[in-house]
Nanobody, 123 residues
Framework: QVRLEESGGGSVQAGGSLELSCVIS????????VHWYRQPQGKERVMVAT???????NYADSVKGRFTISRDNAKNTVLLQMNSLKAEDSAVYYC?????????????????WGKGALVAVSS
């Protein structure tokens, strides 16, 4: 099983910064691809950032240039640095490891979602 736990959410004024953390436990070696998703209240959950093995990253257009996803392998943690926050960034942010792209011996442990971290940006 791959377990994910987010932290670092909170309230911030527009223009401020927050850093979210996603600690991966259980079988962290199975997390070849890690996504950050967000779900604003009353809206669908959407992908925000992706980090794959080799350091390849991908970002939603709405956060490009403001958000950075990275990984600290020593701590089995994936980070999401969020700068220049806007009111529309307010959402519950989820860490997600998909089954796609995983090694065959990891697939029974995936997919996995964290419980989410609330980010509230006031304008």
């Amino acid at each position: 099983q791959v377990r994910l736990e987010e932290s670092g959410g909170g309230s911030v004024q527009a223009g401020g910064s927050l850093e979210l953390s996603c600690v991966i436990s259980g079988n962290p070696v199975c997390a070849h691809i890690v996504h950050w998703y967000r779900q604003p209240q009353g809206k669908e959950r959407v992908m925000v950032a992706t980090l794959a093995d080799g350091g390849n990253t991908n970002y939603a257009d709405s956060v490009k240039g403001r958000f950075t996803i990275s990984r600290d392998n020593a701590k089995n943690t994936v980070l999401l640095q969020m700068n220049s926050l806007k009111a529309e960034d307010s959402a519950v942010y989820y860490c997600h490891v998909p089954r796609e792209g995983s090694s065959w011996w990891c697939r029974s442990a995936l997919p996995s979602w964290g419980k989410g971290a609330l980010v509230a940006v006031s304008s």
